[in-house]
């Protein structure tokens, strides 16, 4: 089981741990999702592929307390 952090900004994931019931703040930047999931969204390669070339620092973000992968449309 995992447990993602929220950007407190944004609805992008800025990290993901396995799940030790983490909640609250993380580190100043995020907070820690309510929800837990069982298994990370796996990332389409042209996706992997954008994201590297352009210095994207996360293609994760949250919907509907559920982990999803960004389009190439989002990220740019």
């Known amino acids: 089981m995992y447990r993602a952090?929220?950007?407190?900004?944004?609805?992008?994931?800025?990290?993901i741990a396995t799940d030790e019931s983490q909640s609250g703040s993380y580190h100043?930047?995020?907070v820690w999702c309510d929800f837990i999931?069982?298994?990370i969204p796996i990332i389409p390669q042209e996706v992997l592929d954008y994201a590297l070339?352009?210095?994207?620092?996360?293609?994760?973000?949250?919907?509907?307390?559920t982990?999803?992968?960004?389009?190439?449309?989002?990220?740019?």
């Open 37 to 39: 999931f069982e298994s």
């Open 53 to 65: 070339e352009n210095h994207i620092d996360s293609v994760f973000k949250i919907v509907d307390n």
């Open 5 to 15: 952090v929220k950007d407190i900004n944004s609805d992008k994931v800025i990290a």
């Open 28 to 30: 100043d930047v995020g």
């Open 67 to 76: 982990i999803v992968c960004k389009t190439i449309l989002e990220l740019s």
